[in-house]
């Protein structure tokens, strides 16, 4: 079972489908080894519009309703994790302008990152803490119309080379969480510094670099929405980001499902095609629960967003069940692949690292079970 899709929904996937299949599988395994995707390749995504499918047509995307998005998202998923996340997060600073931007910041942002083709990162998590987000300890202190902006922010995606940045920093810290405000920075601030790129277990088709922020000093009108709304506008964000993360995993558990099945059709011990073995047929099986399980999931909460309703105990759902689920069935993967499994010729001991980070990214499994128990509290 796939998202059911009609004739120019799939045309679109297709679209994705060729683009990856010609322009980033070729060069996974060099990426992966150096940890240093191809900046060009990223750009030329950029310049068919990749990155802003589902951004309004008003405002220059493609205007792609979620459920298409999310074969889309899969899509990408199935083919790179790492490549695919540099796409998901870069539109972040300009749907959060979009959401709770003024109109004069709505103008600017479709130019940059619509026209321009800006790269933007999300800058919420710090060296000190990253699932304790509210406890951040970036500031920005206030100068006449400027804010003046210090700390660090670490492993933001992109950052490499992102071109604006969407920061969180503490502007009362007297009030916790609501005194948290959402800043939109220029690379090219003076006091911007971007560090090296992490070499990761996984994702390492995708930058992650650390950024410091040295007596950055930023006009207020670059502040979106009022004062002390950064950490709701953070978490906004993070609840579409948690679909769509979980979505991405869809698309990785649904490739060790399919590398697996192939192997274990055309792998004979035995006298027999190893599919045959009832120990590999139920782990497939398993495989294939664990895939279908979770994009119903998925469609439920697509349904939930596109029709006004709360989703945000569901979105952590998702992400959680999809990243764990992705995670087992990587791992299937590689035991089902045997000593091929764990070499680097086959696709699927990369999947595995990619999958664990998956369960680390846009809140740990053990943060989105936090979020599910305190909605539970809430509704029994
Ligand atoms: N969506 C919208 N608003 C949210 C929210 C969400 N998912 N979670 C919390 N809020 C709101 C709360 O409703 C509260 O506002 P009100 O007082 O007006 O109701 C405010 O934010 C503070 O919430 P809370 O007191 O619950 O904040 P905590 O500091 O206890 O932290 C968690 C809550 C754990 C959910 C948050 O810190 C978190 O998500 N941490 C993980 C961060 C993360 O995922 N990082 C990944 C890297 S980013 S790429």
Redesign the pocket.
């Known amino acids: 079972m796939a998202f059911i899709l009609n004739e120019e929904q799939q045309e679109i996937i297709q679209l994705i489908d060729d683009f990856f299949t010609r322009e980033v599988d070729p060069h996974l395994q060099e990426w992966d080894a150096t940890s240093e995707p191809d900046i060009n390749v990223i750009r030329k995504a950029m310049e068919l519009g990749f990155h802003k499918l589902d951004i309004p047509e008003e405002h220059g995307g493609s205007g792609l309703d979620l459920y298409t998005m999310s074969a889309a998202i899969e899509c990408m998923g199935r083919h790179d994790i790492g490549f695919a996340s540099g796409f998901t997060t870069t539109t972040a600073p300009w749907k959060i302008v979009l959401g709770m931007g003024t109109d004069e910041q709505k103008t600017w942002a479709d130019r940059v990152f619509g026209e321009e083709n800006k790269i933007g990162c999300?800058c919420?998590?710090e060296p000190s803490g990253?699932?304790?987000?509210?406890a951040m300890r970036t500031t920005a202190v206030r100068d006449g119309d400027d804010y003046i902006i210090n700390g660090t922010k670490c492993?933001i995606?992109s950052a490499e080379y992102g071109e604006i940045f969407a920061v969180m920093a503490v502007t009362d810290k007297t009030k916790?969480?609501?005194g948290i405000s959402c800043f939109m920075v220029d690379r090219n601030l003076p006091g911007v510094q971007v560090g090296k790129h992490e070499d990761k277990l996984g994702f390492r088709t995708s930058y992650t670099n650390e950024i410091a922020f040295q007596d950055v000093r930023v006009n207020k009108k670059w502040m979106v929405g009022p004062e002390g709304l950064g950490?709701?506008i953070a978490?906004?964000t993070?609840?579409g980001?948690r679909l769509t993360t979980g979505t991405m995993a869809l698309g990785l558990a649904q490739r060790a499902l399919e590398e697996s099945v192939k192997y274990a059709k055309e792998r004979v011990a035995f006298g027999k095609p190893i599919i045959a073995k009832q120990g590999i047929a139920f782990m497939l099986a398993d495989m294939e629960a664990r895939v279908q399980v979770t994009r119903s999931m998925i469609e439920h909460t697509v349904q939930l967003i596109e029709s006004g309703k709360p989703f945000?105990k569901e979105a952590s759902i998702c992400k959680m069940i999809a990243s764990e689920y992705a995670m087992q069935n990587a791992i299937d993967a590689v035991q089902i692949l045997g000593g091929y499994g764990c070499c680097k010729e086959y696709p699927v001991e990369k999947l595995l690292r990619d999958a664990k980070v998956l369960c680390i990214?846009?809140?740990t499994t053990q943060?989105q079970k936090?979020?599910i128990a305190?909605h539970l509290a809430k509704e029994y």
């Open positions: 999300f919420l998590t990253g699932s304790d987000a509210s492993f995606t916790g969480a609501k950490f709701i978490m906004n993070l609840d980001a945000i990214v846009e809140g943060i936090d979020v305190r």
